[in-house]
């Protein structure tokens, strides 16, 4: 079985703080791919990143980076010099490759990140 | 840029009544997933369809649940005797392959009274 923890269930920054969210997940496989997902007020879920199981380079795009630290299965995302529009409930998911057929996504609890002018 | 596209936006039934929730996937994804969060709590995996058939399905989906792929461009979910407790926001999710980052929608919020 998998899953995926967010400890952090909410988080208050004022704007231009830096902050991470972490995300902590358990498989048994030893493929695997992680990602996060930004769910704005409106409600709708928008991919920001996918990371395998292998590459574990730390990646960069923009105000935000993820950290992969396969020693301690943690896949944490960092904003930097957040913003007001950042505000958003931030899901960490992963999923596994036993079958290539569409494979599901297992959700983190969500981080909800306000960011305060 | 191509996007997930969900009718209704919201949905109002009585209990014990049939719903079809109803998604255009992007249009060169193979892929199809639903998924449902109730108010609140985290994003939980109902089905996934490729190639004409579920690949895989969740506790949740049970005999009460159906997916179909009626023609080239829609997918539906159907659930066929609502209960309270299926109260909850509906997403449809598409990939162009099994492993590929999942495009959602803007989900439909199916209210059961």
Known sequence: AQKVTQAQTEISVVEKEDVTLDCVYETRDTTYYLFWYKQPPSGELVFLIRRNSFDEQNEISGRYSWNFQKSTSSFNFTITASQVVDSAVYFCALIHSYNNAGNMLTFGGGTRLMVKP | ?113
């Open chain 2, 1 to 113: 840029e191509p996007e997930v596209t969900q009718t209704p936006s919201h949905q109002v039934t009585q209990m014990g009544q049939e719903v079809i929730l109803r998604c255009v996937p992007i249009s060169n994804h193979l892929y199809f997933y639903w998924y449902r969060q109730i108010l609140g709590q985290k994003v939980e995996f109902l089905v996934s369809f490729y190639n004409n058939e579920i690949s895989e399905k969740s506790e949740i989906f049970d005999d009460q649940f159906s997916v179909e792929r009626p023609d080239g461009s829609n997918f539906t979910l159907k659930i066929r005797s609502t209960k309270l407790e299926d109260s909850a926001m509906y997403f449809c999710a598409s990939s162009d392959g099994g492993l590929k980052p999942q495009h959602f929608g803007d989900g439909t919020r199916l209210s059961i009274l």
